[in-house]
């Protein structure tokens, strides 16, 4: 939620490109095509749809970095 409302103003490839990913990387992960993240890549995150939201946001937070048995 937090990450959310802090990062709703920036643009999914700013966002993607703090967690290290490229366009083709962040498709693998989600399981999407590549076309897909090109073409949400311009907007911003509040603007995104929620459909496609749902899935990248976890990615983006780095909700899978919090799973790593240390």
Request: proline share 6%; with cysteine.
């Amino acid at each position: 939620m937090f990450f959310e409302f802090r990062n709703r103003n920036n643009t999914v490839k700013e966002l993607r490109k703090n967690q290290g990913y490229t366009a083709q990387e962040l498709a693998f992960k989600l399981k999407l095509d590549i076309s897909c993240i090109t073409r949400i890549d311009h907007l911003k995150l509040k603007d995104v749809p929620p459909a496609i939201k749902s899935k990248i946001l976890p990615v983006l937070r780095g909700d899978h970095l919090d799973k790593i048995p240390w």
